[in-house]
């Protein structure tokens, strides 16, 4: 669903995935919208009224998590395959594969610079991965249970988790220690975001609230009630005036913050003067060394706005329905095919996203004049019928292998956690006898 916040105004629904959405995402731009879903695939939309929309299939299970880097260049997707996925948004191709993991990833994010990819998983651990040589080089692991959402914070020095034992933890990726561990919530917290300034922490968890932490203070200052049931996500918007919140409930809050109001485009230049792990810390960077349970009394503001709100809800909302029956498919490393009328859209939307803007500078038209060279022309296209359903014949054979491959990861996966089960008990049975003999 895509809202306009203006009153009275349409909202849009994209129809084109075949199962449950699980994540959604605009690029830096705002002119493409990548989403996930159960169906094993991910999209990308043009939020527009026609909804055009490009298919990418790689993943072997459902896709949990989707993410832009900061330039828009690129995509990483994470899957109940046990992998995350990078991919080219330029030329539209997969490009390589993290395998790590040895349980369903939840979430993958970049870092604000690109350079580092944090994920987790229900293995317990969280991993950050360096894009450049695609190596794990770092570990967290938590032997209680395992992070729902991870993310970084604005300047990349720290991540933060959203734990299903229900805590909230801050890692210093510069130095592998654990900053703050916060207890705040009665259920597992299914999602973090912090604010553009990095100051503040805002949590959604399945008890049904919303906890705004102090990351400088390293407390709890605020407790957000509006949702009728557990609260899966929540988001600031790009200057932190706004955060908007989704339910199950079938309701999303938006919210208006009393921070101090900041320059978005400000706060992006001293972030990124600090994005490198050797840089001097900086006072925003400086948390509180001790851990912060709050075990003790909370004193913090509790806010209900069901009293005070006016509820925008309609019986009859102004809804669009926006069908996907032009989409593009890629899968794997086979690049994008479009249709010859669609070629300045895709050209314009699609090939480059991140480097093109309102105004078409003439290096921007140069770009696009090389982007249409690739593709193929009038003459290219018409391929024969008989190779038209031999390609037919092995897309759906490779379908076949897909599913095949991932029928065989979910008993490798039931294998797996037997063969843990067995070493437990052994592990156990030893003790036992040493402590007897």
């Excluded at 349980?103 to 944090?118: E, T, Y």
């Excluded at 990095?198 to 399945?206: F, Q």
């Amino acid at each position: 669903m895509l809202w306009n916040c203006k009153p009275q105004a349409r909202a849009f629904r994209y129809v084109g995935h075949k199962d449950v959405v699980t994540s959604v995402q605009f690029s830096p731009l705002g002119n493409l919208l990548a989403s996930a879903s159960r169906d094993r695939t991910v999209r990308l939309w043009i939020p527009d009224k026609r909804g055009k929309s490009s298919e990418f299939k790689a993943h072997t299970a459902p896709v949990r998590s989707v993410d832009f880097s900061a330039d828009g260049q690129f995509l990483a997707t994470a899957s109940e395959d046990k992998s995350i996925k990078v991919w080219n948004m330029y030329r539209q191709r997969f490009l390589y594969s993290l395998y790590r993991h040895t349980h369903w990833v939840r979430c993958a994010k970049f870092s604000p610079d690109g350079r580092l990819i944090v994920s987790c998983s229900e293995d317990k651990t969280i991993k950050i991965w360096d894009t450049t040589n695609k190596q794990c080089v770092n570990n967290f692991s938590d032997s209680v249970g395992f992070a729902n959402f991870v993310d970084f914070n604005p300047n990349g020095t720290c991540i933060a988790s959203a734990g299903s034992d229900h805590t909230v933890k801050i890692w210093d990726i510069r130095v592998n220690k654990l900053l703050q561990h916060y207890q705040v919530h009665s259920g597992g917290v299914n999602c973090v975001s912090f604010h553009p300034s990095g100051n503040y922490l805002i949590t959604a968890s399945s008890d049904g609230t919303l906890k705004i932490l102090d990351l400088l203070e390293g407390r709890l200052i605020y407790t957000l009630q509006g949702h009728t049931g557990p609260v899966f996500t929540v988001s600031f918007s790009k200057g932190g005036e706004l955060f908007s919140s989704g339910g199950a409930d079938m309701q999303v809050l938006l919210w208006r913050t009393n921070f101090d109001d900041l320059n978005c485009k400000d706060m992006m230049k001293r972030n990124l003067k600090r994005l490198h792990f050797d840089a001097s810390p900086h006072l925003v960077d400086i948390y509180p060394r001790t851990p912060h349970p709050h075990e003790g009394k909370i004193e913090t503001v509790e806010i209900n706005p069901k009293l005070e709100v006016i509820d925008l809800q309609n019986s009859s909302p102004p809804v669009v329905d926006v069908l996907s029956f032009d989409s593009t498919t890629t899968t794997d490393t086979t690049t994008v095919r479009t249709l010859a009328d669609k070629s300045e859209e895709i050209s314009g939307y699609f090939l480059n996203p991140s480097l093109l803007s309102s105004e078409c500078s003439p290096t921007s038209l140069k770009k696009k004049t090389e982007d249409m060279s690739d593709l193929p022309s009038e003459s290219q296209r018409s391929i024969p019928l008989a190779v038209t359903d031999a390609l037919e014949h092995i897309m759906e054979q490779l379908s076949v292998l897909t599913q095949t491959v991932s029928i065989l990861e979910q008993r490798l996966t039931l294998t797996e956690d037997k063969l843990k089960d067995c070493l437990e008990n052994q592990q156990r049975l030893f003790n036992v006898i040493q402590q007897k003999s």
